[in-house]
DNA sequence: AGCACGCCGACT
DNA sequence: GTCGGCGTGCTC
């Protein structure tokens, strides 16, 4: 049946832990010519009848494999598109065993679904352009002339990149104008102008961003500097046939690819640059098992593939941090340290009758009413607002006790959506019609939380006949104009100005810093700098009631000092980034178990298992990064053990057996 | 996940 | 003596 001697080794499309590995499979006759690495497959699992999905990963005479038993035939081939490329099957696999996941979740997330017209016309295409030769293809994307890339001494990034090397990069501040008179944060030119170097050399860029308007700005700053069929966007707000349709042209070689996490796993043979932006961002870690971090991806892709790799941001992560002490990135700043004018400000309500009512601090108050109003030297416009939290009152409390208000039904905290409308809950949105305390029976409530509609609605009165823009998850403002205006915007939602802001005031920095995270500091750095950024050319930053050295560093632009002591502590407590961690969550026995497969020795320490709730434990195992590999590697038994294991069926029931609960982490960033 | 194999209780 | 219960283990 295998004809020819050949055998298709195949990485299956399964959920399941214990398929994770490649299945050998006979390569018939009549499927000899389509069957190369990287094509779908259809092929029988177990019984003839039940067919699974997956991808070729090689292909090799039947002499050389080990497997002893008959080989069952290829049933089909799904087509002829190869779509896994060895790069990213052997970044998959690298990072499924770091991780001790599975190849194919990551597979799920890199090789978007097949859609069948799509695939067609680009089959047709590319055969067309076989045909018509080589020179027809390239120069279908003529190469532009490409500018120098300013701020960082002469040709010094661009050297960098040619050289492959791998770089902490800090961008400048500001905002620019493209000429297509959109305007855009430097750092996008900047990063834009690397991977346009790049890909002008003949080979693929890539750059992974947390959040699609900074894609947004990224694809608005290409338009002028590479033609449009050398971009390629991937973000998860496109349709199936449009992520396919992406991919596809990342496939057909090199290429500009701009995207969110997923870029990171784009197909690129000739991968010249990887750049991450604002790798700190925690929209960087996924959301999905097995939880690889957009950076953690980006290295062990730089590892296996070479090219340039660029962690870049205006500040730099603790992670960055670590890799530029230990000499595995190169830390590059831009030639003359631009920081905005910031001034730090007690949270003391001013003394103005309208300021006072609107509960704004005295120096916010002047900063904003003098950029409003304008004078000799500036004209009037646009002023920022950062607040921490979205919608009008997202808590509320007795007016009389003080008590927080929860919802009756699920305990959530109950906030109120706009000025006089009933209470509701957070959670589930439950209303909370009659609402009393439940503590003192009172039934007038006042707002504890103020979110960026309420401050808005308070500004709005304070300065009369001043337009108010509010721009949060809910109402999300790409940019505005270079006009007189109060823009009320969330932390990491703020609209780029036309010339930037006026001036920049952080309302809600204090609260930020409240969060009991890990990483609550440099995310607060992080959310103050990115906003301090659109600020123009030597407009006031005012940072209110937030005191010490974080407020310090901020304001001075001590950003790699902040980065090193953040590291030093992190050090001293055995806390991640200067050790690894991994959390494994499920019933008690099954964590147990987990946890005991793993050698003592190769672990610092096992935190718990801690309750979680009654059904569910959680242990944390901390470790050293040389160790990382054979933790994982005993993790990984102990999920496969588990899920080929039945258990018991709760008593009286038949048939019906739960589905053992096994969830582990590794580096999960919000742990502590 | 499915699905087959396999080793102990009541049936023509 | 066999039919069939579901616990156990494998899938190229």
Known sequence: MAAAGRVARIVIDSALPQLDHLFDYGVPDTLDADVHPGVRVKVPLRTGARMVSGYVVEVLPREQI?????????????????????????LARKLADRSAGTANDILRFAVPPR???????????????????REAHASASARPSV????GYGDGLLESAIAAGERVALRTTPGVVRTPEGEWVGQWAVTLAGAAVACWAS???????VPDYRDLDQLAATLVALAPADAVVRVDGRQ?????????????????????????VYAPADDLGLLIVWNDGDPLHAARQAPYIHTRDAALVRQEQQGGALVLAGRIRSVEAQRLVELGWLRAVDPERAVWPKVILSANQTAEEPVARAARIPSVAWRTARAALEGDEKTAAGPVLIQVARPGYAPQIACAKCGQAARCNRCTGPLGQRRAGSVPSCGWCGALATNWHCDHCEHDRFRLVTLGSGRTAEELGRAFPGVRVIVADGEHPVQSVPDARAIVVATRGAEPVAAGGYRAVLLLDGERMLARETLGVAEDCLRWWTNAAGLAAPGAPTVLVGVSGGLARDFATGRVAEFAHAELADRRALHFPPAVRLASIAGAPDVVDAAVAAVDPALLIDVLGPATVDDATVRAILRFEYAKGQDVATAVRGAIVRNASKRRKAPAG???FRPAPTLRVQFDDPDII
């Open 147 to 150: 500018a120098p890339i300013g």
């Open 653 to 655: 029931k038949t048939g």
């Open 66 to 90: 080990d497997f002893e038993g008959e080989l069952t035939p290829i049933d089909q081939v799904v087509s002829t598109a190869r779509v896994l490329t060895p790069a990213v099957w052997a």
């Open 239 to 263: 349709t199936d046939s449009e992520r396919y349709k992406a991919f596809l042209g990342a496939l057909s070689g090199p290429r500009i690819v701009i995207g969110s996490q997923s870029a």
């Open 115 to 133: 859609s069948v017209r799509v695939e067609k016309a680009w089959l047709t295409a590319q055969e067309a352009a076989q045909e018509a030769g």
């Open 202 to 208: 003949g080979r693929t860029a890539i750059i992974a």
